[in-house]
């Protein structure tokens, strides 16, 4: 009798040197732990990024010491230009978006846990796995070299519109080489992430072992595996636009650019393109990213959530649909940031009903994670707190989208910051809360050391407090009409707005320094925590069956059989109120099947 | 509500006769009664699946492509009719041709695979055929785009030829992928450690390759 | 803690919610025939919104009061004390709240949206009143530029060759051999008389602009390479601001125009005084 996982997963062996073992490493948990290395670096640079975007928006004429060492041209005197402001503004969404967002959830911590979900040995093709890593890594330093080359980088915003992101030099500083290294390294993402969809897709449909059913799967599974579905369909769409938007600038041909446009009094040699294509091609691939960033988060809630409520959801299966049917209309919405984008006014309509109808998943969500908060004995703990933060984050994010999937109220507020207030409690927060919450809980597992909870907990306080001081006002600032990416409040009826954002950054300023308790905690806890034990929390899916590092080949060569699904909790077992996934014994849950 | 250990119901491995190498499973994840509880005795080899995630990842990619063309056609005056040349219609026939010496390829490795001792057989031949069509296909797109220069029309000409060399040139450089993979699937097959599932993965590629140059093909014939 | 916690919640959502309650901060006061429907539109959103934000967050504050254990409890207790061995699942179940998030949610969105219609649809689905006066209005990095046809009531045409930011010539006009083009006037202010309708042109020079005038509840993208029509009609006299939103350049913060609304005598002086300025 053989597992069919040893089988079906490319069998290899514990690695020997140095290089296969840290460095070029099949094994998914290791790259798994690289992709969480390579967002923490650029989430420093994300976040450093926006401190200084804040001090500038606060105090637009002080001189920030040191800037001039970010910028050959950019910060004379130490005194931020407004090109530089832009460059660093679309420099802090390009990182947090593709390389904090996107890799975190779903390539760190689903590389790292996925294969042990399903019970298997690894994923199916490790070496193109491990080249979904280093793709994603040369992506990175790409996107690093923009700073050294030419201007800098581009200053066209992550949604890099054309013309300004196609016609070159003309357009302003950091134009010229800054939007061909930006699309270079996008496309070379997107190619990285199709590898790691190629590896999760199969993972789940092929690779599971006895007994654990499609059903089985425990939460973030199947978050991962929607997410990969939707990666697939959306970044095999990026990659052709940037290719054609590279081609605009280095070819000279006209996909994105029309003719007669004149700048600096020079006539453009491009003719006949069309600026919207760009836009529905990336907001085709943009609206299923910013899923692809929060989908995963939500199915980490649900699990850390069910392990310290001690009793299942009130229902898997309505949380797996609803993230599902998520992901489906997340094609469908695309064009709610078109609205006035000069597109058919009909299809601005057109694309507003399904953005609304999507708030009724997102709600169906929100109210099975709280309707089955009643009658549990939540457990308080790090990984617990970021959790149920991540649900009042996911609130706010989402009232406010309600404002915004109304084309007639995208009149007053598009382009506002009340779209930066949106995104931000809904990828900033949330998905970030998300990723916190996965730390705290799975860290055990990833080095076979406990994080340091109190330290957790005070990270948490501070953190939660502090990003609602830093985004809630931005909704009041896009009420009362405050335009994003402007580097300064020159407009008279802003004027009155300055204030705010002045609070913003010392919200923002402090919330930042706070981090450093986090980091504090990781590197410390990862060299001299307290050694964790299989088990930590008491959870019942495969993960806690192994032991804290699990061995190379996850299951120690046992052959995995899964006898229940994943939530057995609230049951009288031998081994207290749960029973592991993998465990024999029979036993009587109060809960009815979902 | 009881949990108990439902005792594995286990499908069984269908013969397929001399033409397989027993190698591979099958593509249904759901036993026929329905119950996903079930346990399969085998699993099909991830490949089978990762072939389609690959398949489908390029056909999004080409969508957006022909979604590009569609949406410049209409966005300004300047659609220049283009002439395809002769020699696209020559190399759509040896690359179909390809794909025939492909499938004759495999079934004579799945015969040699499953044992049978006939020496005339020289499986690795008709992949040979193959790597050799698709180069021929290779090489008479560069033809075709040598073609056009000598008629004046480059990249940036006018947008029509953006998009021939854009498409053609994608789809050659996949076709190009594609015979890398050939190359190691004509090693391992050399060493006899070839897999049912890595010459199948492969196919379904190739065959891929085939069928989206006809759809180019005809999209550049209409549109272009 | 989880007390804590939730009265944390609660009373940062309360403080959330005194600015919108006291409307400290608002859009700037609707000059415009159509901006009624639009801010009819906001306070029923609004009103919607906040409640839905409220009662979720209150109820998962008190949620994680009443269901939390505490910590020595969760730590230490053995399995009797800290089970949930007792079928207390939320009323109704899953299906309650499935059902609840469909009609509730689904009939305030779908309501939301089928209303919202009609505030599109009086901006961009009405034709223009015969009698609008027609203004073009072209948006370069990092300026808008008007024109006015003058007195034959016709645009000259532009040519982007001649385009000269040096000598003025923001539209590229060839006085000499165009003769519309002899009286067009061309300004860095608008102005429009009160209560008249305008009928607006929108072209850009360069790359995508926006042209977002709060006071008129107008927010409308430039596209390169397609020139977009709106109307509106202002109706009170004043001073406001037309505002770049559409990210450009680095000149993007400083892209601004005035809009001035005149009385109709006020208007035709100050239109006269800008043609001899031609």
């Not at chain 1, 453009?268 to 085709?284: D, E, K």
């Not at chain 2, 286990?10 to 009664?33: C, M, Y």
């Not at chain 2, 079930?38 to 999004?60: D, F």
Request: aromatic share 14%; hydrophobic share 50%; with cysteine.
């Amino acid at each position: 009798m053989h597992d069919i996982s040893t089988h079906a997963a490319a069998h290899h062996g514990p690695p020997t040197s140095f290089i296969r073992k840290h460095i070029f490493s099949l094994d998914h948990k290791v790259i798994g732990k690289q992709y969480y290395g390579l967002g923490l670096a650029a989430v420093i640079i994300g976040m450093v990024l926006s401190w200084l975007m804040r001090i500038h928006l606060g105090w637009t004429n002080y001189a920030i010491p040191g800037l001039h060492l970010l910028s050959k041209n950019g910060a004379p005197g130490n005194i931020m230009t407004p090109e530089l402001y832009l460059q660093l503004m679309t420099m802090h969404a390009t990182f947090m978006v593709f390389f904090v967002l996107t890799v975190v959830p779903f390539a760190a911590f689903g590389n790292f846990f996925l294969p042990i979900h399903t019970g298997a040995e690894d994923m199916p093709f490790p070496h193109f796995n491990m080249m979904s890593f280093w793709t994603t890594f040369v992506a990175f330093c790409v996107m690093m070299l923009s700073f050294f080359v030419g201007d800098g980088p581009t200053l066209g915003g992550w949604t890099q519109y054309a013309p300004l992101s196609a016609v070159g030099a003309a357009a302003g500083p950091g134009q010229g080489s800054g939007p061909i290294i930006w699309a270079l390294s996008i496309a070379i993402f997107c190619v990285g992430q199709l590898f790691g969809s190629l590896n999760f897709i199969p993972n789940v449909l092929d690779l599971r072992c006895k007994g654990m059913s499609m059903w089985r799967l425990p939460m973030p599974t199947w978050a991962w595996f929607i997410t990969s579905c939707m990666g697939l369909t959306a970044f095999s769409v990026l990659m052709p636009a940037c290719v054609m938007l590279i081609l605009d600038h280095v070819a000279g041909t006209s996909f994105f650019v029309p003719s007669n446009l004149v700048i600096n009094d020079q006539l453009q040699p491009h003719s006949g393109g069309s600026t919207l294509l760009w836009q529905h091609l990336f907001w085709f691939f943009g609206h299923p990213e910013v899923y692809i960033a929060i989908v995963p988060g939500m199915g980490i809630v649900s699990h850390v959530l069910i392990t310290n409520m001690r009793k299942p959801m009130l229902s898997h299966r309505v949380l797996i649909y609803s993230m599902g049917a998520l992901a489906v209309l997340s094609y469908m919405v695309y064009g709610h940031h078109m609205f006035v984008s000069g597109m058919n006014p009909v299809s601005s309509l057109l694309f507003s009903f399904p953005t609304l109808l999507i708030t009724i998943p997102s709600t169906i969500i929100v109210l099975i994670w709280i309707g089955s908060l009643y009658g549990a004995k939540l457990r308080i703990n790090s990984a617990s707190l970021f959790a149920l933060g991540f649900i009042s984050m996911f609130i706010t994010g989402g009232v406010s989208g309600f404002f915004l999937a109304q084309p007639a109220i995208q009149i007053l507020l598009h382009a506002t910051y009340f779209v930066v207030a949106h995104f931000h409690f809904t990828m900033a927060i949330a998905a970030i809360f998300g990723i916190f919450s996965g730390t705290y809980f799975w860290f055990p597992k990833m080095y076979g050391r406990m994080m340091n909870d109190k330290l957790g907990k005070l990270h948490f306080w501070l953190t939660f407090i502090g990003v609602y001081c830093i985004f809630m006002p931005m909704h009041y600032l896009g009420l009362a009409g405050n335009v994003r990416r402007y580097q300064a409040f020159v407009v008279d009826y802003m004027q009155p707005l300055v204030g705010v954002h002045q609070f913003i950054t010392i919200a923002a300023l402090f919330t930042g320094a706070v981090q450093l308790i986090f980091l504090y905690n990781l590197i410390h806890s990862r060299f001299w925590g307290e050694p964790a034990p299989a088990n930590p929390w008491e959870g019942t899916s495969l993960e806690w069956s192994v032991p804290s590092p699990p061995p190379h080949d996850n299951f120690g060569g046992r052959h995995v059989v899964v006898y229940h699904d994943p939530y057995q909790y609230g049951v009288q077992s031998s081994t207290g109120d749960y029973v592991m996934q993998d465990s024999p014994e029979q036993v009587k849950s109060a809960h009815e099947e979902p | 509500m009881a949990t108990t250990v439902v005792p594995p119901k286990i499908k069984e491995h269908r013969s397929r006769g001399l033409g397989t190498s027993g190698n591979g499973g099958f593509g249904n994840l759901v036993p026929s009664d329905g119950s996903p509880r079930a346990v399969q005795e085998y699993a099909p080899p991830p490949s089978k699946t990762g072939i389609w995630v690959v398949l489908a990842a390029i056909s999004m990619t080409f969508a957006a492509f022909t979604s590009a063309l569609v949406v410049r056609q209409g966005s300004a005056m300047d659609w220049h009719h283009l002439t395809l040349p002769r020699i696209l219609y020559f190399n759509t026939l040896v690359l179909l041709a390809s794909g025939v010496t492909l499938e004759m390829a495999r079934r004579r490795i799945a015969v040699f695979m499953s044992g049978a001792k006939n020496l005339d057989l020289n499986p690795p031949r008709w992949l040979y055929f193959t790597m050799l069509l698709g180069v021929v296909f290779v090489v008479g797109q560069y033809v075709a785009w040598m073609r056009l220069h000598s008629e004046g029309l480059y990249l940036a000409t006018n947008p029509n030829s953006s998009f021939f060399y854009l498409l053609t040139s994608v789809h050659a450089l996949h076709v190009l992928g594609g015979l890398i993979g050939l190359t190691y699937v004509i090693r391992k097959l050399r060493r006899v450690t070839l897999r049912r599932s890595t010459l199948d993965t492969f196919s379904y590629y190739w065959h891929f390759m085939s069928i989206l140059w006809v759809y180019l093909l005809l999209l550049l014939w209409m549109k272009l | 803690m989880a007390r804590l916690f939730a009265v944390t919640i609660v009373v940062i959502m309360i403080l959330s919610a005194i600015p919108i309650v006291r409307n400290t901060w608002h859009p700037v006061p609707d000059i415009s025939t159509h901006g009624q429907a639009i801010d009819d539109q906001m306070s029923e959103t609004m009103i919607e919104a906040g409640i839905s934000f409220l009662a979720s967050q209150f109820i998962l504050a008190w949620f994680i009061w009443k269901f939390s254990v505490s910590k020595s409890k969760a730590t230490k207790a053995g399995p009797a004390e800290t089970l949930v061995l007792e079928s207390k699942s939320f009323p109704g179940g899953a299906t309650g709240l499935v059902i609840a998030a469909f009609v509730l949610v689904g009939a305030e969105v779908l309501a939301l949206g089928a209303f919202g219609i009609k505030a599109w649809a009086n901006i961009y689905f009405t034709p223009p009143a015969a009698n609008s006066m027609p203004v073009q209005v072209q948006a370069g990095q990092f300026a808008f530029y008007f024109r006015y046809p003058g007195p034959d009531g016709k645009f000259g045409p532009i040519h982007p060759d001649l385009i000269n930011e040096a000598n003025q010539n923001f539209y590229g006009l060839d006085t000499t051999h165009d003769p519309d083009s002899k009286d067009d006037i061309v300004t860095a202010e608008m102005a429009v008389p009160v209560n008249q309708e305008i009928r607006l042109l929108m072209h850009s020079k360069d790359v995508s602009h926006s042209f977002y005038v709060p006071a008129l509840r107008i927010h409308q993208d430039f596209v390169p390479g397609l020139d977009l029509q709106l109307h509106f009609t202002a109706t009170k006299v004043g001073r406001y601001e037309i505002v770049c939103s559409q990210l450009c350049g680095l000149g993007h913060y400083n892209m601004r125009a005035y809009l001035s609304v005149l009385s109709q005598e006020d208007f035709d002086s100050w239109l006269k005084k800008e043609a001899s300025l031609q």
